[in-house]
């Protein structure tokens, strides 16, 4: 977790889930600065129903993409390259608990189920399938088109909208600007392409090494120029000595 200012303030590792990272990071973030973030900006990587209701619970703005394009113009392009209809060309209508199509037509819920990674969701289908002009552009089933509502859809649904919006979207822009310098850092500069240690404990301390290293890099960068000090060894050392205790 890099904070605008470009310094890490949190890192774990997870052996199996980048998202399940997410939390001691924000509790590292919250001994360091004293509180949570104000707003944490996420890569589609990161979108999910846990991840987007932590962010609600820790009271923190989340700018985090679905990943899949929601602007009209975008799911028009894709029926029209020969695709079908994508899941944000229909609008979910809470109120009736159904979904409307794009030729204006309903999808009501039919039953409960499990998928393979034992989530429950709701299915949805299609009444009027059979006579509608778009059906081409739609679905090839003889049963019509049919969605799923997994758990938190509705959190999904929010921020999209939010990220449909210029002023979110030039917000989230910044990221980029923020946290890739650091993966560039570590995998270039640093190689870090793998780890060489054996153990969750023990590449665990070899990534926190790698975040200390950046840090004071960082710090001793930000010194230098600060002072405009000339890059001399002998400065450099004395430099990496004062920020040692950091």
Same mark, same amino acid.
């Given at each position: 977790?890099?904070?605008?200012?470009?310094?890490? /303030?949190?890192?774990?590792?997870?052996?199996?889930?980048?998202?399940?990272?997410?939390?001691?990071?924000?509790?590292?973030?919250?001994?360091?600065?004293?509180?949570?973030?104000?707003?944490?900006?996420?890569?589609?990587?990161? /979108?999910?129903?846990?991840? &987007?209701?932590?962010?609600?619970?820790?009271?923190?703005? /989340? &700018?985090?993409?679905?990943?899949?394009?929601?602007?009209?113009?975008?799911?028009?392009?894709?029926?029209?390259?020969?695709?079908?209809?994508?899941?944000?060309?229909?609008?979910?209508?809470?109120?009736?608990?159904?979904?409307?199509?794009?030729?204006?037509?309903?999808?009501?819920?039919?039953?409960?189920?499990?998928?393979?990674?034992?989530?429950?969701?709701?299915?949805?289908?299609?009444?009027?399938?059979?006579?509608?002009? &778009?059906?081409?552009?739609?679905?090839?089933?003889?049963?019509?088109?049919?969605?799923?509502?997994?758990?938190?859809?509705?959190?999904?649904?929010?921020?999209?909208?939010?990220?449909?919006?210029?002023?979110?979207?030039?917000?989230?822009?910044?990221?980029?600007?923020? /946290?890739?310098?650091?993966?560039?850092?570590?995998?270039?500069?640093?190689?870090?392409?793998?780890?060489?240690?054996?153990?969750?404990?023990?590449?665990?301390?070899?990534?926190?090494?790698?975040?200390?290293?950046?840090? &004071?890099?960082?710090?001793?960068?930000?010194?230098?120029?600060?002072?405009?000090?000339?890059?001399?060894?002998?400065?450099?050392?004395?430099?990496?000595?004062?920020?040692?205790?950091?």
């Amino acid at each position: 977790m890099v904070h605008e200012s470009g310094l890490i /303030v949190g890192q774990h590792v997870d052996p199996s889930s980048e998202r399940a990272a997410l939390k001691p990071m924000l509790e590292q973030h919250a001994a360091a600065c004293g509180q949570m973030p104000a707003t944490v900006l996420l890569d589609a990587g990161f /979108v999910s129903f846990p991840v &987007l209701a932590l962010m609600v619970e820790s009271n923190s703005d /989340v &700018l985090c993409p679905t990943g899949q394009a929601t602007s009209e113009d975008n799911w028009e392009r894709r029926a029209g390259r020969g695709g079908k209809f994508p899941k944000q060309a229909f609008h979910y209508v809470a109120v009736r608990d159904v979904y409307s199509c794009p030729s204006g037509r309903e999808l009501v819920y039919d039953q409960w189920h499990v998928d393979t990674f034992h989530r429950r969701y709701r299915l949805y289908r299609g009444t009027r399938c059979g006579d509608c002009p &778009l059906r081409a552009r739609c679905t090839d089933s003889k049963y019509g088109r049919s969605l799923k509502r997994y758990q938190g859809e509705e959190l999904k649904e929010a921020m999209a909208q939010v990220l449909s919006q210029p002023a979110a979207r030039a917000k989230y822009q910044r990221r980029r600007v923020i /946290v890739e310098p650091c993966f560039a850092e570590l995998r270039e500069r640093q190689g870090l392409k793998r780890f060489h240690r054996r153990g969750l404990a023990a590449v665990r301390a070899e990534f926190a090494l790698h975040c200390i290293a950046f840090n &004071l890099k960082k710090a001793v960068v930000s010194f230098i120029l600060w002072f405009r000090l000339p890059l001399r060894p002998w400065r450099l050392f004395g430099l990496v000595c004062i920020c040692a205790p950091l």
